[in-house]
């Protein structure tokens, strides 16, 4: 038979693996909750800008939609303001 001092040593290698197995896996929970956190803002930080840029868009004022360029095929193209434009920038 083992004596105590082994035993004890067993008893205790077993209580410090437990502890330990606790340990490392509520650090791995935590990291992946963080992580997931994470994810979330920036995935809402996303949608954010998306809407920003749709609302600036969509609210730009009709003179600078017109001096974009855009399609020749619209009916809505002004070929005058698109070439003024043009020489205002290179000068």
């Given at each position: 038979m083992a004596s105590t001092g082994v035993n004890i040593a067993r008893w205790s290698a077993l209580g410090a693996g437990i502890f330990?197995?606790?340990?490392?896996?509520?650090?791995?929970?935590?990291?992946?909750?963080?992580?997931a956190v994470n994810r979330e803002y920036e995935h809402k930080q996303q949608l954010i800008q998306q809407a920003k840029a749709e609302f600036a868009k969509k609210n730009?004022?009709?003179?600078?939609?017109?001096?974009?360029?855009?399609?020749?095929?619209?009916?809505?193209?002004?070929?005058?303001?698109?070439?003024?434009?043009?020489?205002?920038?290179?000068?």
């Open positions: 330990y197995g606790f340990y490392h896996q509520a650090t791995l929970s935590a990291s992946a909750k963080t992580a730009q004022p009709a003179s600078s939609q017109k001096s974009e360029g855009g399609d020749p095929n619209d009916s809505r193209f002004d070929l005058e303001a698109l070439l003024n434009n043009l020489t205002a920038e290179s000068k």
